[in-house]
């Protein structure tokens, strides 16, 4: 890992699980900078080809990882993307996956207008705790973290853990 002031954070889980409520937050208050892959790969077009059964662009990977990689070696940035298995491990120093009880997602989901098949898939997402799996599996069990983003309590709660995660992680 690259010998760097300030670390790189993952935050990701299923959508609507809370990512960028929280991102928007702690990048203002720890001096982060917030990179939402979704948004940057709308606005830099790193889309592969577009799903019309699920109703959502395909994420170019390769793409974005070269967009990001200068970044990432800098560190001092939070990372937000409903997935996390094909970004270098070497990348984060904490990774936190964020989830929600699946009524609230329910509700949160069809405020967006997601079609069944897609609100369906990413409630079963969430049921069967894929994102946290997919974490798991691709970097170490220690840097993983599961926060709650269903309330404001939940988040203020979350802005605790990774503070205090980042003070540690100052003094070693
Ligand atoms: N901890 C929370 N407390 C209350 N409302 C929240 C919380 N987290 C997210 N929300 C709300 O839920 C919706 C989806 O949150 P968002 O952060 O956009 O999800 P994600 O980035 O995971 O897709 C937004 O309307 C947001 O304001």
Redesign the pocket.
């Known amino acids: 890992m690259t010998d760097i002031g300030k670390p790189n954070i993952l935050i990701t ?10 991102c928007e937050r702690l990048a203002a208050q720890l001096k982060f900078t917030w990179l939402d892959c979704s948004k940057i790969a709308k606005e830099k077009n790193f889309i592969e080809e577009y799903d019309d059964e699920y109703d959502c662009p395909i994420l170019d990977e390769d793409k974005l990882m070269d967009y990001l990689e200068p970044m990432m070696a800098i560190g001092g940035y939070i990372v ?1 993307y ?1 997935g996390c298995d094909f970004f270098p491990e070497r990348w984060f120093h904490a990774v936190f996956v ?1 989830s929600c009880p699946n009524g609230t997602l329910y509700d ?1 989901l069809k405020e967006r207008n997601y079609n069944e098949k897609k609100l369906t898939s990413n409630i079963q997402c969430e049921i069967f705790g894929t994102i946290l799996e997919e974490a798991r599996e691709s970097y170490k069990s220690d840097i993983v973290y599961e926060l709650k ?4 309590a ?2 203020e709660r979350s802005l605790k853990t990774v503070k205090n995660w980042y003070s540690m992680w100052k003094r070693k």
Do not use: F, I, N
């Open positions: 889980g299923t959508p609507g699980a809370g990512k960028s409520y929280l937000e409903h964020v949160r983003g269903e309330t404001k939940d988040a």
